[in-house]
């Protein structure tokens, strides 16, 4: 297990399988099972986010997606190490930490049904 | 306010020599199935009317609570689930309230193989509007709104989401109206003798055939999505939301969502998906069910853009 902040353009991270997740209109809901947390990400987020399999790392990713949108590539690789930095800090990758305040933010509380009120 | 006397719980065998006044229909809430005893006849009735939109037929229910008032000591008032008793009071009004917040948490319990929203929702035809929102956000009074203007209703509190077909099916409780909306649902304030209307003291329970006859919606597919606010003095303004949005607002009004958090994510998915989706804030409740009305019969003219930021 390594630390968000230890992951650069070598990495090849992949999706944790903890994660289920819903993409509408280009963007990502992720439900992470074992942290209870919900987060949305961006379309330029949820991009990335479908790209990390595992087969390729960042600096390859980062090299197709500028050819992609027309964008240099070391300022894609940029975008693209911060991207995946958050989505480790968030659990969202295997074998990255999470980190334990980014998790607590984003826990999700379920309803109660309301309380009787003692009329 | 020195102690007061409450009387011990009555035995098996006390509760079965009870004189019961009324026994309630069986009424199945979801998947909570029920009756309610009572030694009063008249919340008795008051109970059977309440749940009307809840009743079957040919069914044994599986839980029997008992209603029970003129016990010795200060707390005359109590409710019992089979042989338990649930709660004792000085006055009436907490045991109604703890019966109808039970059903609640049962049916929750028993939700079985549907998702269950903290939502109201109603349909116009075969429409669907689906209200997810936390307490006090104004649901129970927008819906009773809607039912004013032709809606049919399906809940005030707990939207069942069947996963195959994603048609809401009906949880006909009794509208729960808080003393807030008393004044703008003045009419549907419960006509009762005295002694039964004491029951009803800090929150109304309405059924919806009280504001209409026919009220009870069939299953129905949800077309439009509306995260309602009420705030007070409020104009009224509609912003069309990311469905993204909208699926995160869901989720958070899901009961017991963790237990089946993947399969719930896409059950929802798919039906926000299909949805179209806004904010309503609304201090006027008039101008909220317009405007409801017209979001479900396909005009967002008056919304006023598209939420930013992700």
Known sequence: ???????????????????????????????????????????????????????????????????????????VLGDVLDAVRDLGRRGL??????DARTIEALLLAEPEPHLPRDG | VGPIDVAPALTAEELASVTWAHTTRTFAALGHRFAVRSSGAGIGR????MYAGCAVTGRDPAALYSVLNGLPGDAPHALYLGHDRM?????????????????????????????????????????GVLL????????????????????????????????????????????????????????????LDPSTAAYLEGQWQVPAGAIRDDAISEPVGVEVVILPRYELGASTTVTRLRRSTALVRALEQTFRFHERGARDLDVLRRVVERARCYQLVSGDLAQASAEVTRLVQGDDEHAIGTEVGA
């Open chain 1, 93 to 98: 990758l295997a074998g990255v930490e999470a």
């Open chain 2, 46 to 49: 008051y109970i059977d009317a």
């Open chain 2, 87 to 127: 709660v004792q009071s000085a006055r009436p009004a907490p045991i109604l309230n703890h019966l109808t917040w039970h059903v609640n948490q049962r049916v929750i319990a028993e939700r079985g193989d549907r998702v269950l929203l903290h939502a109201a929702a109603a349909a116009l035809g075969e429409r």
């Open chain 2, 132 to 191: 997810p929102a936390a307490m006090e956000a104004g649901k129970t009074t927008l819906v009773a709104g809607l039912i004013r203007s032709g809606f049919r209703y399906l809940t005030d509190e707990a939207a069942a989401i069947d996963p195959d077909t994603l048609l809401v099916h009906p949880y006909a409780k009794p509208l729960s109206i808080d003393p807030g909306s008393w004044e703008v649902l003045a009419d549907l304030r419960p006509r």
């Open chain 1, 1 to 75: 297990v390594t630390g968000a902040g230890e992951i650069g353009p070598g990495t090849s991270p992949s999706r944790s399988p903890e994660v289920a997740e819903a993409i509408l209109d280009g963007e990502a809901v992720l439900y992470h099972e074992r942290y209870r947390t919900v987060c949305v990400l961006n379309p330029s987020a949820t991009v990335i986010w479908s790209h990390l399999d595992g087969s390729g790392d960042l600096a390859t990713i980062a090299s197709e997606l500028a050819s992609v949108f027309g964008v240099r590539q070391d300022v």
